[in-house]
């Protein structure tokens, strides 16, 4: 299995809190993204990471920022939590060569009350 | 944008038999990647099997194969000889060969498996 390490695996806020998600790597891989998981819409890119201090935003970033101030960590930060946040989140890495694979962390399940 | 459909929200095969999932996607780029990843229960994505673009012969890994049609932007997954433990949900990706590697994916299609 790849290194990463999805930390929490579970969480329970209310909205209007702030949330901080952390994936952590053991990998020492360049690129690492954040993806959201709902019913009927598969995976969608929140914001993904080309190194250390140098991200940008994916398909679904509204409300959401990211950081990276080193190679093995990418936190995914919600400012002001709303219900339409409640999902699945999946950390995930890839090394820089084109023929590569995404590896997957194991997922956060958070719910916004 | 690049998009991924997959049109059969969920799909059932008797044990042993051998089924197929069907994606498309739509893109103009000529140079790209496609998977199959594989989602149990526990809830860990799992690749299945990759394609390159270039590559005219399809993917096999063991019982997984692909049918790539580039032309007509298809990528479908065949599972022979059907276990119980390929009861999942499967999901399509797309990845450009240029750029940051993001992965685009389809809707996605809950397998069972009938004993």
């Known amino acids: 299995d790849a290194g990463i390490t999805q930390s929490p695996r579970h969480k329970v806020t209310e909205t209007g809190t702030p949330v901080t998600l952390r994936c952590h790597q053991t990998?020492?891989?360049?690129?690492m993204y954040w993806y959201r998981q709902d019913p009927g819409h598969g995976l969608r890119l929140i914001h993904y990471s080309y190194g250390v201090k140098d991200t940008d935003k994916g398909e679904v970033s509204d409300g959401y920022s990211v950081s990276r101030s080193k190679t093995e960590d990418f936190l995914l930060t919600l400012e002001s939590a709303t219900s339409s946040q409640t999902s699945v989140y999946f950390c995930a890495i890839s090394p820089v060569e084109p023929s590569n694979i995404q590896y997957f962390g194991a997922g956060t399940r958070l719910s916004v009350l | 944008a690049q998009t991924v459909t997959q049109s059969q929200p969920e799909m059932s095969v008797q044990e042993a038999e051998t089924v197929t999932l069907s994606c498309t996607y739509d893109?103009?780029?000529?140079?790209?990647?496609l998977f199959w990843y594989k989602q149990p229960p526990s809830r860990q994505m799992i690749l299945v099997i990759r394609?390159?673009?270039?590559?005219?012969q399809n993917a096999t890994e063991n019982r997984f194969s692909v049918n790539f049609q580039k032309a007509a932007k298809s990528f479908s997954l065949k599972i022979s000889d059907s276990q119980l433990g390929d009861a999942a949900m499967y999901f399509c990706a797309y990845r450009s060969a240029k750029g940051a590697q993001k992965l685009v994916f389809g809707q996605g299609t809950r397998l069972t498996i009938n004993p």
């Open positions: 990998e020492n891989h360049r690129y």
């Open positions: 893109t103009s780029e000529s140079d790209y990647y």
């Open positions: 394609q390159e673009a270039y590559k005219q």
